[in-house]
């Protein structure tokens, strides 16, 4: 595809450099590519098939909303499939989940390497949220003022499926399946404070009381104080207590690093052995987002809020399984309707030489300057 996003997305002219991508409200030319964007959340991104980011530009009030492919060797993403509703990632990463409103409110499902629609299910009521893993959806919805949780099967070959299993669910949700698949949670866990089940069975949604770990629990998790938080597409949690982070195999238990961590700090994603992270600050200075090796205690900055203005944010960011490709969605404000979509590479000449990204030219001296030595990141 020509034209439209596929060209207000284009990358740097240098092969070696970061690339980045403006969409802004400003007319469209050749010289800085933009499209007008109106929401905060129209732009998610996920690493697929090693370096290919995969990109999902939501509706309404996108130009051109639908699922992007951009290989790390293209110089520009191609739209793989247009969308009609609002639209997010499976918490793995798998899928595409889309929504539409009444009168015809229906929840799709997509591959979201292919952008083939695997399932469209019809809605009675309103969507509050929804996760795809394996052949399962679940869907929470709410009608008449009552909520409830429900589980479908995604090989059902029919346009309207009855749920497998339905049980009712608390006031606040996030949904989102275990790592492993065998457990349907819900991330928000102020319900838990009430007595309201958040995790439950497959198929049946019988509801969970018992530890993942059962006698194997983490000694991170039996701290009252601790945050147990889950990572987008990691088969490993984050345990955050005391100034600390603990990440944790999910359901085996095994610890596999321990580091000094700020309770302003969040691990955004993971590689595939969890040596390597993107971790998001936000501090009353401004936020940040630094690229961590979990073994060398080496961090790079990616983005500074604090030197662009105390308002920057970023958005969304993506590590690929190898973690040294790099993507992340930046603006300079929250009543910003640009946003910046930047990516890079990160390589190690020689086992002895630090972590550096790989770029070339004036873009790419900026983000040099943010490149810290271990002494730095301590």
């Known amino acids: 595809m020509r034209g439209g996003l596929a060209a207000l997305l284009a990358a740097a002219a240098c092969s070696h450099a970061v690339a980045t991508a403006v969409i802004g409200d400003a007319p469209r030319d050749a010289a800085d590519a933009r ?43 191609k739209r793989l499939c247009a969308l009609a509703g609002r639209a997010t990632f499976s918490f793995d990463g798998r899928y595409v989940i889309e929504r539409r409103d009444a009168p015809e409110a229906d929840v799709g499902v997509f591959d979201a390497h292919r952008c083939r629609r695997i399932a469209r299910i019809a809605v009675d009521g309103r969507v509050l949220d929804a996760d795809a893993h394996g052949r399962w959806l679940a869907l929470a919805t709410e009608r008449s003022g009552t909520r409830r949780l429900a589980l479908h099967d995604l090989r059902a070959r029919r346009s309207v499926a009855r749920p497998l299993a339905e049980t009712s669910i608390g006031r606040n949700v996030e949904l989102g399946f275990a790592p492993d698949g065998e457990r349907v949670i819900n991330f928000d866990r102020s319900d838990d404070e009430r007595g309201a089940p958040t995790s439950w069975s497959l198929p049946r949604l019988a509801p969970m009381t018992r530890s993942p770990w059962g006698s194997r629990a983490p000694a991170a998790t039996v701290d009252d ?81 604090a030197r662009r203005g105390t308002a920057a944010t970023v958005d969304h960011a993506a590590l690929d399984a190898g973690g040294t490709a790099v993507a992340w969605v930046e603006r300079d404000g929250p009543d910003d309707p640009r946003v910046r979509l930047r990516r890079a590479s990160l390589v190690r000449p020689t086992a002895a030489a630090a972590w550096r990204i790989e770029n070339d030219g004036a873009s790419g001296q900026a983000h040099r300057r943010g490149i810290h030595s271990r002494r730095d990141a301590r």
Not at 46 to 75: E, H, Q
Not at 267 to 283: G, K, P, Q, Y
Request: aromatic share 10%.
């Open 35 to 77: 499209v007008t964007m109106l929401s905060r959340e129209l732009l998610d991104l996920r690493f697929v098939d090693g370096n290919t980011l995969t990109l999902l530009v939501s509706a309404p009030g996108a130009a051109m909303p639908g699922i992007y492919r951009w290989p790390a060797n293209a110089s520009e993403p």
């Open 225 to 305: 104080a601790a945050e147990l938080a889950f990572i987008p597409g990691a088969t490993s949690v984050g345990v955050y207590r005391n100034g600390a982070l603990d990440l944790v195999r999910w359901r085996s238990g095994h610890t596999l690093f321990t580091q000094p961590f700020a309770r302003t700090q969040r691990v955004r994603a993971l590689s595939a052995n969890a040596r390597f992270a993107l971790v998001h600050e936000r501090t009353s200075g401004g936020e940040t987002l630094q690229w961590a090796d979990f073994v060398s205690g080496q961090r790079i900055t990616l983005f500074d809020g």
